[in-house]
């Protein structure tokens, strides 16, 4: 199922447009099921809905590790390598995998889990996060990761959304000089989630945490007492898989669901043909299970093909910015998969820390989740990839499940800041503002897809309409990606950012809604509008525009409230949403109905201050000259 050369991929691709039912079911016919599907597709884009590999029945973990233990029983399935330098590696076989999640899904039975219930994961990034999430999928609950960088709040509305059950969590988590007391914000989260039965604790950091009789347990007693459970739960292919939840650009976050047959099919394909992944290789993504490219690419994908997966702990410059780059020596990485942000927040600190290191087990370079700039791909190709090894710069989405746009690492001629060509069976589609695909080359437009593919989003959890106005409602007929993008003369797509109400900060992605919802928590806070602009290491920044009531602010003075602001934020949100820059404003650039008018406010974040457009059809245009001249410069 891997392609070899480019003309192979034109003519798989050609053949999965044709023939995409028959293209799916050549793709899924290499995993074990336990009931082979009746029909590959159905589907209907405008009263959305789309089913994959119908009536099939599998378990994704038995195809995950179960297949595997015949021939790669001793292979190690992840390499665990944590925060702390000095502390051990952990290495877990295929074998070893197996057992573990088969005991865990004995302990999730003895919390009275079943099929379907939710279960909320808020952990450090350790082999129990991975052992706990195919624990689930073994026995059919639902996992909803949240992920630990996230405020009690933002954790509390979460299970409260998804109703979980039982939440799983830590002590504390190592990030880099830090300590995340987990447990003690799970328990402020849990004061208001009284529908969570059991919290499963697992000991990492030794804080102490405290512990509610009759809801809490700990994870090694758990294990002592549960019998291993080795039958799988047999799933049908539509059945739930996991929850994901993602910002939009209104205030709630959603949750994403991906269903099991599809997500299983799309996930390993993408994986073994975007990396090119070999037998033998030791392939390492650096994301947050956390985030969908840590379920897809650190769990699902290299465990369905039987790979090497390395689990980092850490963060990048912890204790130096050359960690990443030790590792890589150390355990002999062959791919290495990372983010944008990542890579310029290295480059920023040096080469002295990548000359230490020799590279030269690398064969393939990725990146994920932002636009890269062209000086950090170069940075990236030359002094990382020693100018031999091709990069894949991997566009998708937490609703797409897997990698749809990318490269194929060393078959692909790759192009700088492109993210190239589709992979086989999906159609991409360039979108006017009046909903009309946009033909031909050298075009931009609304990134949108016209057919379904297996690991797409299935619904938002407990709210499909609101699953059909966020992505099937813009632009009829399509599945539209909130992205704007150009086709350049040879067809190569190039992702341009957000056209909506999102930002993208660190590769995080945040609704501006969301942010101004925080920050209007402040009692001082009468309105505000929140914008990204362009940041050097984080790709945006946010930048806040605030009108506070004076009268409530008497003694304190603006950068008292400015910070008091920010850990609002840092308090409902988590600290990745605190905003950058907070200017305090008399009023907001509103149109006489009251909208506010986000064009000018990005301008001036941007420091692009000479052409606004018209402004005459705003209610008081001298307020964008208070503002302008307000504006926070650094
Ligand atoms: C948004 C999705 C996909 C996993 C991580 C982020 C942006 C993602 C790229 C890329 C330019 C990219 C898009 C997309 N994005 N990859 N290679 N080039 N932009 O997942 O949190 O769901 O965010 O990230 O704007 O819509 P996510």
């Known amino acids: 199922m891997q392609i070899t050369n480019l003309e192979e991929y034109a003519k798989t691709y050609r053949e999965s447009v044709e023939n995409p039912e028959e293209f799916w079911a050549k793709v899924a016919s290499q995993f074990t099921w336990r009931e082979k599907w009746e029909k590959v597709l159905d589907y209907n884009f405008s009263d959305y809905y789309s089913k ?3 009536n099939g029945k599998l378990n994704i973990t038995e195809n995950c590790l179960d297949r595997h233990l015949e021939t790669k029983k001793d292979k190690e399935a992840i390499i665990w390598v944590a925060n702390d330098p000095n502390e051990e590696d952990r290495r877990i076989t295929y074998g070893e995998l197996h057992q573990k999640v088969c005991e865990f899904a004995g302990v999730l039975k003895n919390h009275n889990v079943e099929k379907g219930d939710r279960i909320c994961l808020y952990m450090p990034m350790v082999p129990e996060l991975v052992i706990a999430v195919l ?17 009690s ?3 509390a509305s979460r299970i409260q959304d ?24 799970v328990n402020d989260a849990l004061d208001s989630c009284p529908g969570v039965e ?3 604790v697992l000991k990492r950091t030794q804080e102490e945490a405290e512990m509610k009789e009759g809801r809490d347990y700990w994870w090694e007693d758990e294990i002592k007492n549960a019998k291993p459970l080795f039958d799988a739960e047999v799933m049908d292919s539509e059945d739930p898989l996991f929850i994901l939840y993602t910002s939009g650009s209104t205030g709630k976050p959603k949750g994403v669901l991906h269903s099991c047959g599809g997500y299983m099919v799309y996930t390993w394909y993408s994986f073994l043909n975007v990396f090119q992944y070999q037998e033998k290789d030791i392939y390492w993504c650096t994301a947050d299970i956390g985030w969908i490219t840590g379920h897809s690419y650190i769990v699902y994908g290299p465990l369905l093909a039987g790979a090497t997966s390395v689990m980092f702990e850490g963060v990048p410059t912890y204790p130096d910015a050359g960690r990443f780059w030790k590792i890589v020596d150390r355990l002999g990485v062959n791919i290495f998969y990372t983010a944008p942000t990542a890579i310029r927040a290295l480059m920023a600190k040096g080469l002295e820390y990548v000359n230490l290191y020799q590279l030269d087990s690398l064969k393939v370079l990725g990146t994920v989740g932002e636009p890269i700039n062209s ?7 030359t ?6 090894c091709p990069i894949v710069d991997t566009w998708w989405q937490t609703e797409t499940g897997g990698i749809m746009i990318s490269p194929l690492a060393g078959i692909t001629p790759t192009k700088p800041t492109y993210a190239t060509l589709p992979l086989p069976g999906i159609q991409p589609a360039l979108v006017d503002n009046k909903g009309n695909e946009i033909q031909g080359n050298s075009v931009e437009g609304n990134l949108s ?42 067809g190569y797509y190039r992702i341009l950012g957000r056209v909506d109400d999102v930002i993208n900060v660190s590769g995080h992605r945040l609704g501006t809604a969301e942010v101004e919802n925080a920050i209007n928590l402040h009692s001082s806070v009468i309105e505000s509008a929140v914008v990204g602009y362009p940041h050097e290491i984080k790709g945006q920044g946010i930048y806040a525009f605030v009108i506070c009531d004076l009268h409530k602010l008497e003694n304190t003075s603006f950068e008292e409230v400015k910070k008091e602001i920010r850990d609002k934020v840092s308090e409902v949100i988590g600290a990745i949403a605190k905003p950058d820059k907070i200017q305090i404003v008399k009023g907001l650039p509103k149109t006489r109905s009251g909208k506010i008018m986000r064009r000018i406010l990005r301008k001036i974040a941007e420091g692009d201050t000479t052409n606004l457009g018209d402004i005459s059809t705003l209610l008081d245009p001298s307020i964008v000259e208070s503002i302008k001249e307000g504006r926070i410069s650094n």
């Open 52 to 54: 994959w590999f119908i």
């Open 135 to 151: 624990a689930c999928a073994r026995i059919g609950a639902i996992h909803s990761v949240v992920f630990a960088g996230f405020s």
């Open 153 to 155: 709040n933002a954790l």
């Open 162 to 185: 998804a109703n979980a059950k039982v939440i799983i969590t830590a002590d504390g988590a190592f990030r880099g000089n830090k300590i995340i007391p987990l447990k003690a914000w």
């Open 198 to 200: 059991s919290c499963i």
């Open 375 to 381: 000086e950090a791909w170069h940075w990236y190709h």
């Open 383 to 388: 002094h990382i990839g020693k100018d031999r």
């Open 449 to 490: 897809i016209k057919f379904p593919w297996p690991s797409m989003i299935r619904t938002t959890y407990g709210d499909h309409e609101r699953c059909k106005n966020t992505y099937f409602s813009t632009f009829k007929g399509y599945y539209f990606t909130g992205d704007g993008c150009k086709r350049d003369e040879e």
